[in-house]
Nanobody, 121 residues
Framework: QVQLVESGGGLVQPGGSLRLSCAASGSIFSVGVMGWYRQTPGSQRDLVATISSGGVSNYSDSVKGRFTISRDNAKNTMYLQMNSLKPEDTAVYYC???????????????WGQGTLVAVSS
């Protein structure tokens, strides 16, 4: 069974920093595109950033220049370094990944359970 587990959320003051992690575990052959999304109550889940297995990244305009996405392919882990945080960054952050299973070589689109990031003074 393949799962994604996020960590690193919490409460931070405006202007502060947090680092989120997302680790894929289970019987994995490979991990393709990984990404971070965020959602506030009553709103849709929005893209924050994505990164390919080759390290090509893409950001939403709202976080460009403040957030940095990265990954460690050897550990099947993705990170999101969030700097200069603003109250409007408050949301539940979800990781997403395309994971190819070892046994059947089928590709699954997996989501993590979400981690809350709250930016407030």
């Amino acid at each position: 069974q393949v799962q994604l587990v996020e960590s690193g959320g919490g409460l931070v003051q405006p202007g502060g920093s947090l680092r989120l992690s997302c680790a894929a575990s289970g019987s994995i052959f490979s991990v393709g595109v990984m990404g971070w999304y965020r959602q506030t109550p009553g709103s849709q889940r929005d893209l924050v950033a994505t990164i390919s297995s080759g390290g090509v990244s893409n950001y939403s305009d709202s976080v460009k220049g403040r957030f940095t996405i990265s990954r460690d392919n050897a550990k099947n882990t993705m990170y999101l370094q969030m700097n200069s945080l603003k109250p409007e960054d408050t949301a539940v952050y979800y990781c997403n990944a395309e994971v190819t299973r070892l046994a059947w070589r089928n590709t699954l689109n997996k989501w993590g359970q979400g981690t809350l990031v709250a930016v407030s003074s």
